[in-house]
């Protein structure tokens, strides 16, 4: 049986965030721009905490940090990273959130369910709509993410995968917003050959009983 935020679960995600602080405050294992935990550290903890409780992992990327970088320069390219880090910070009371690297964060809601993890990313993105309304150097800045669900008999690798492949289509699709990941939309990539060939010879044979 799942763990839930109610209840026993509730209280594991507050022991969890608290041993997370705690451990936050060792030297070195925060990003030196951002103030959120690195790769290892993050991933570490992500780890930890998917075998206890389930959860929404969010991928997410700053759009277009090499066009700022090009254009207004480089300290406007850090001041961007810097308000990402805020802005996910200011919602992560529930949440592990390290910078993956580059332009690339990952954030863990713990316990969320997909109508909790709706309501904190459109938290986030307004957060950032309100400080692209303060500063310049953010006007060419915005957020992308694919989210997946997951539950205590996932393994991190595997959902943070899926949640790059939703990615992948929102930023395809223009960039700035989010959605989830759903298997009927992101998995067709990964049947075999013989599985489509099956499939596309059943639509033929349905279509002719029409006809």
């Known amino acids: 049986k799942e763990k839930t935020i109610t209840g026993e679960g509730s209280q594991l995600i507050q022991q969890i965030m608290r041993s997370i602080e705690e451990e936050s405050k060792k030297v070195g294992e925060t990003d030196y721009l951002t103030g959120l935990l690195s790769r ?20 997410i990327d700053l759009d277009n940090l090499k066009k ?47 109508d909790e993890a709706t309501r ?42 899926k949640a790059d492949k939703v990615l992948y289509h929102v930023k395809k699709r223009g960039k700035c917003g989010y959605d989830f990941y759903t298997a009927s939309l992101y998995e067709i990539k990964n049947h075999s ?4 060939s099956r499939l596309v010879e059943e639509l033929r044979n349905q279509k002719e009983n029409k006809g």
């Open 68 to 114: 700022t970088n090009e254009i207004l320069g480089h300290l406007a390219g850090d001041y961007a990273l810097m308000t990402v880090g805020e802005v996910l910070q200011k919602h992560s009371q529930n949440a592990v959130v390290m910078r993956l690297g580059g332009d690339e964060f990952v954030f863990f809601m713990l316990g969320a369910d997909m």
């Open 120 to 161: 904190i990313m459109d938290k986030i993105f307004r957060s950032f709509e309100e400080q692209k309304e303060k500063s310049s150097y953010l006007c060419y800045s915005s957020l992308s993410a694919g989210l997946c669900m997951s539950t205590t008999k996932d393994v991190y690798e595997d959902i943070l995968s």
């Open 193 to 196: 050959s013989e599985d489509l």
């Open 40 to 59: 290892k550290t993050g991933e570490n903890r992500i780890f930890k905490a998917m075998k206890d409780v389930s959860g929404c992992l969010a991928f």
